[in-house]
T-cell receptor, first 114, second 111 residues
């Protein structure tokens, strides 16, 4: 079974621009979560989508948004990019189930803002 | 969710057993303990999850005492490829998971 895929893998943008990142979950997984990883703040939860609805949201400004499509694929968008948005953006998918389901992470998108 | 505390870094040699302890004093009744591993520039990978006593899989063992205020991840006979950051997380039994990562433990395995 194919793993979580993220595109693009690397991206360079300029301050003030916007960016859209894409994530394709493992087939059959309907929950998709996004995380930001930086050297200073570590891994931080952005938001989680399930059945096209945002179910959880982390403590990030409104410039960070996302959506999920009917095939469970998800996109996240960052508007008005700032230098501090440079980070590794990770997507993870999981099944619904008992307990706390294991999350399967993709390889990430490395965003550099100049 | 309960805050977790684990060592910032650990060193080991190939072939040794490594034990990484995590404290989570305020863990709730319906919380699980989960460990993830992360290599540089890759997404984290699930290692093991447990609620109480001992859980073992092909990769690691997880020991959880009766009071559940701490847990120990045990990696048998580590190799160079086990060099990674290991995260201890407390996750809620809710049918879905939102992961709250701490700083993790950087394990360096030397020849």
């Amino acid at each position: 079974k194919a793993g979580v895929t993220q595109t693009p893998r690397y991206l360079i943008k300029t301050r003030g621009q916007q960016v859209t990142l894409s994530c394709s979950p493992i087939s059959g997984h309907r929950s998709v979560s996004w995380y930001q990883q930086t050297p200073g703040q570590g891994l931080q939860f952005l938001f989680e989508y399930f059945s096209e609805t945002q179910r959880n949201k982390g403590n990030f400004p409104g410039r960070f948004s996302g959506r999920q499509f009917s095939n469970s694929r998800s996109e996240m968008n960052v508007s008005t990019l700032e230098l501090g948005d440079s980070a590794l953006y990770l997507c993870a998918s999981s099944l619904e189930g008992q307990g706390s389901p294991e999350q399967y992470f993709g390889p990430g998108t490395r965003l550099t803002v100049t | 969710l309960a805050k977790t505390t684990q060592p910032i870094s650990m060193d080991s040699y190939e072939g040794q057993e490594v034990n990484i302890t995590c404290s989570h004093n305020n863990i709730a009744t319906n919380d699980y303990i989960t460990w993830y591993q992360q290599f540089p520039s890759q997404g984290p990978r699930f290692i093991i999850q447990g609620y109480k006593t001992k859980v073992t899989n092909e990769v690691a063992s997880l020991f959880i005492p009766a009071d559940r205020k701490s847990s120990t991840l045990s990696l048998p006979r580590v190799s160079l490829s086990d060099t990674a950051v290991y995260y201890c997380l407390v996750v809620r039994n809710s049918g879905y998971s939102t992961l709250t990562f701490g700083k993790g433990t950087m394990l360096l395995v030397s020849p």
